[in-house]
């Protein structure tokens, strides 16, 4: 329950916020994040209550532990956030 709180309070923010974000076509996006950043997608999340279309995706360099937010839409992937100390699940593989 506390996930899907904060998946909906990062969608509302994201959407309030979609014209101040760094955004691109969902493609160029994560080529960019595969070529530039070395990560790949390692989570996909539809909002239970959408919100105009918008998915969430989380890009992970395991290497680095360093991650990236993006909030994919019609408009594209718009950048929600960014860090590093990315979180590993109980079998030591990237969640």
Same mark, same amino acid.
């Given at each position: 329950?506390? $996930?899907? $709180? +904060? %998946?909906? %309070? %990062?969608? #509302? *923010?994201?959407?309030?916020?979609?014209?101040?974000?760094?955004?691109?076509?969902?493609?160029?996006?994560?080529? @960019? =994040?595969? &070529?530039?950043?070395?990560? #790949?997608? +390692? =989570?996909? *999340? #539809?909002? &239970?209550?959408?919100?105009?279309?918008? &998915?969430? &995706?989380? @890009?992970?360099?395991?290497? $680095?532990?360093? /991650?990236?937010?993006?909030?994919? !839409?019609?408009?594209?992937?718009?950048?929600?956030?960014? !860090?590093?100390? /990315?979180?590993? !699940?109980?079998?030591?593989?990237? $969640?």
């Amino acid at each position: 329950m506390k $996930t899907l $709180t +904060a %998946i909906a %309070i %990062i969608l #509302s *923010a994201a959407s309030a916020n979609a014209q101040n974000m760094p955004c691109a076509p969902e493609e160029q996006m994560a080529q @960019f =994040l595969k &070529q530039q950043r070395g990560q #790949s997608l +390692a =989570l996909t *999340a #539809s909002p &239970q209550y959408p919100r105009e279309g918008v &998915q969430m &995706q989380v @890009f992970v360099n395991p290497a $680095t532990k360093e /991650w990236t937010l993006l909030a994919v !839409g019609p408009q594209g992937s718009c950048l929600v956030t960014y !860090g590093t100390d /990315w979180l590993y !699940g109980p079998q030591g593989e990237a $969640t």
